[in-house]
């Protein structure tokens, strides 16, 4: 799915056909009927979507399903029959002309700005700001946060575990089966490889997003085999056609008889399992050019790998390239050393290039650390298969998106709570990354509207949105103005085009590293500096003292 807009410039709709706008909590109707009934439905609102906390005990989060909000509002309409159920849903005392209104509502005279999708962003800064006529950008909140909830943090949790596997692993994204049903495991392909991931084995995911599929065959296929009798057609072509080979089987078993007596591979295993050797070949007579078996089924070293290598060399025979072996069980870190062990050996005995560097694939409940683990024992792996523990996000369940009125007919509005963390930063704002010396990310800050922007080589106070103490000056080496016109409504604005999947998954890949690695790192990271100008901290301050009601001691 590259291309998210037709010929005529309209938006496709949403990727699920279950997002509608009832796909919201039924508070957002009755507020929108009491904005209605008191007039107000038309006022001009201001609201910021953003987290308070990074999840995972990390201190940074990909910002991901941006593309399906801007889907959303393109197609924002109410159709008769989910009026209907909206009229009997709600109280029969509401009125019918609130009936009518929703029936000419839509998503024209809504302006949303946002950050660009994969971006890595932090707390508090506003990753959406929606401004438009309040009862109608009240009906949107639910499924923003909705989709901007689990896409972050699925898209985080994939970047957190491309980091902990290095850039040179290969990650498969193997989640659906385990997924929180079918738009839990089609949001997780497609979010997993926003955050680096570089394949699933979701083909549904792989047609709608173009995404590379991956995925071979499982213990079923080897134990569905009894021996080598039922391999009926044991011909196999040369690669370049032209010749055949009329008995592969004989093939596999001169070469598995090779290795056996072999010196550097004499006595490593004896008879190895025949009817997982015959599920091999015939899994290799289907498909020469992308031969990849699981080798665990039987016992990996005494069997899978003997079994996997005859059929290997014998495909080398006739042209082929064997892509490896998965290892789903076991001693991950040594089995895939002793595999690599015994690839070596049969590289060096039979002067077969390249065949060392046979790709090893694990699976196998993989999580971050695991994969740590597996990185401080030392391993053999060239590709991780993960599925549970990513697409469920077992370390943490939720991200915590909120969606909070912050300006209504110009007027700021602040949230007072008793915990620090869930006051609302006030007003209309705009936000800024400022750059140090050494193009890492130093600071976020947000200023009020009408503020003039922080500049190159100016220095700036940043202050703690609410700690007094908190401040430092920065004189930032390069300024970049973190949210863009996404939908300008009515405005002339100019709207910013949605990026294809692939150039989405690139800036989340680039941001990732432009970060400084202590921010990065999976244990006690430093946590990234978000501020305020001084302009907007004594705003927010006295904002606070006049809405907080004075206390009388009795």
């Known amino acids: 799915m590259e291309v998210t807009e037709n010929s005529v410039g309209a938006i496709d709709g949403p990727t699920n056909p279950m997002v509608t706008p009832l796909l919201t909590d039924l508070y957002q109707f009755t507020m929108a009927y009491a904005y209605w009934k008191a007039g107000k439905h038309q006022e001009r609102a201001v609201f910021d979507l953003y987290f308070r906390k990074n999840p995972f005990g990390g201190e940074y989060t990909v910002f991901a399903g941006l593309e399906e909000c801007i889907r959303f509002i393109a197609n924002f309409r109410l159709t008769e029959d989910e009026i209907n159920f909206i009229r009997e849903s709600l109280p029969g005392s509401c009125e019918d002309g609130f009936f009518d209104y929703l029936r000419g509502i839509d998503c024209s005279d809504v302006e949303l700005y946002a950050i660009p999708e994969g971006s890595v962003v932090f707390p508090k800064i506003p990753l959406l700001r929606v401004e438009g006529p309040v009862a109608v950008v009240q009906l949107l909140e639910t499924p923003f946060v909705n989709l901007i909830n689990y896409a972050s943090l699925v898209s985080t949790n994939a970047a957190r575990h491309r980091n902990v596997a290095g850039k040179s692993k290969t990650l498969l994204e193997f989640g659906l089966r385990r997924a929180q049903g079918p738009d839990g495991g089609l949001s997780a392909s497609k979010y997993c490889y926003i955050g680096g991931f570089d394949a699933t084995s979701n083909v549904a995911a792989g047609k709608l997003f173009g995404i590379p599929l991956r995925g071979t065959h499982s213990h079923a296929f080897v134990s569905s085999y009894m021996s080598l009798d039922e391999i009926i057609d044991k011909s196999l072509s040369r690669k370049d056609g032209s010749s055949t080979c009329e008995d592969f089987v004989s093939l596999v078993q001169t070469w598995l ?3 056996q007596w072999s010196s550097s591979l004499h006595g490593i295993f004896g008879e190895t399992n025949q009817s997982e050797l015959a599920a091999f070949i015939s899994y290799a007579l289907a498909f020469p050019d992308s031969f990849l078996a699981l080798v665990d089924t039987y016992d ?3 069997s899978g790998i003997p079994n996997f290598c005859a059929v290997a060399l014998a495909l080398q025979d006739l042209g082929y390239k064997a892509v490896g072996i998965r290892l789903d069980s076991g001693d991950l870190a040594y089995l895939s050393c002793e595999a690599r062990k015994f690839f070596c050996s049969i590289e060096k005995e039979f ?11 694990a699976s196998n409940d993989l999580n971050e650390e695991t994969i740590d683990a ?3 024992q030392g391993h053999e792996v060239d590709a991780f298969g993960i599925g549970t523990y990513l697409v469920t996000c077992y370390a943490q369940a939720a991200l915590g998106v909120v969606f909070k009125l912050v300006d209504i007919n110009n007027q700021p509005r602040i949230k007072l709570s008793e915990d620090v963390s869930k006051v609302s930063i006030p007003c209309k704002k705009r936000s800024y990354r400022l750059y140090g010396k050494e193009g890492y990310p130093l600071v976020d800050i947000m200023t009020g509207e009408n503020e003039p ?5 100016e220095r700036i106070l940043c202050r703690h949105p609410f700690q007094e103490s908190k401040r430092a000056y920065v004189v930032p080496q390069q300024v970049e103005e973190l949210l863009r016109c ?21 800036r989340c890949i680039q941001q990732l590293e432009q970060m400084r690695p202590d921010h990065m790192r999976r ?5 990234y500096k978000v501020s305020v100008s001084a302009k907007l901290y004594d705003f927010i301050h006295f904002l606070w003292l006049n809405e907080a009601p004075v206390g009388e001691l009795q």
Do not use: C, H, Q
């Open 374 to 376: 597996l990185n401080k």
């Open 257 to 259: 008889n090779k290795i």
């Open 300 to 302: 990996v070293m005494r």
């Open 486 to 506: 996404y939908w300008p409504g009515n405005s002339d604005k100019r709207r910013e085009t949605l990026p294809t999947l692939r150039d989405i998954r690139e």
């Open 453 to 457: 922007s922080p500049k190159v080589g």
């Open 523 to 527: 244990l006690n990271p430093t946590p």
């Open 351 to 361: 002067a077969v290039p390249e065949f060392g560097k046979m790709a090893i694939t």
